[in-house]
């Protein structure tokens, strides 16, 4: 699924600051405040990592209506983070999330309807939560927007279209996106064939890929 997290980081004075500031507002019954406060505890931010009390303040702030807090409780019942891995609850999470506006979780539900994970798999809804992903700006979507335009899943084919959702990927920094228009280029896919552009595009995915190395 589409990745929000980062790696964990050594706390700072403002770290500590901010963890005891998210405590308080979460013990007050704050969504948002439940929400911060996992996050810290999954990636180690002002205090020790603890991916069970991560797992426990998502699942009050998804339980509140939170989106970010449905959409990582999702998360950790993919990955079995702080939890025992379950994709069952790990759609159903997404789809509160997804339901609620949150883009990432339209994302992360357009794939599991893609790939069938915790669901059966059905590549026209996929389709579908890919659009209002990529309309809310989310560059996986966008991708996998042009993906599905490309190779018509979920959706007529339409190589314009694909052309124009890479170009969007692109410009919202998804990794992927460069390849996706060296090959349009490559082979004329929604745009005029430009072996020079094709080439530079490539080269800027290779420097991706070995930039995330």
């Not at 009050?60 to 989106?67: L, Q, R, V, W």
């Not at 809804?125 to 979920?154: D, E, M, V």
Request: net charge neutral; aromatic share 16%.
């Amino acid at each position: 699924m589409g990745g929000v997290f980062s790696n964990e980081i050594g706390s700072t004075k403002d770290d500590v600051e901010n963890f005891l500031s998210y405590l308080k507002l979460a013990e007050g019954g704050d969504f948002n405040g439940q929400y911060n406060l996992g996050y810290c505890y999954q990636n180690g931010i002002g205090t020790t990592k603890d991916e069970e009390k991560a797992f426990q303040w998502y699942m009050k702030s998804a339980e509140g209506g939170n989106s970010d807090g449905q959409l990582l409780l999702g998360y950790c019942y993919h990955y079995g983070i702080g939890t025992t891995k379950d994709d069952e609850k790990a759609f159903q999470w997404n789809l509160k999330s997804a339901k609620g506006g949150n883009r990432n979780g339209q994302f992360n539900l357009g794939f599991s309807y893609h790939h069938g994970v915790g669901i059966k798999k059905d590549e026209k809804k996929a389709f579908q939560w890919y659009l209002k992903s990529a309309k809310g700006g989310n560059s996986n979507g966008q991708f996998n927007l042009g993906f599905s335009y490309h190779y018509g899943i979920g959706t007529k084919k339409d190589e314009k279209k694909a052309f124009q959702w890479y170009l969007k990927s692109v410009e919202g920094g998804n990794s992927n996106g460069p390849f996706g228009l060296g090959n349009c280029y490559d082979n004329g896919i929604g745009t005029t064939k430009d072996e020079e552009k094709a080439f530079q595009w490539y080269l800027k995915s290779a420097e991706g890929r070995n930039s995330d190395e």
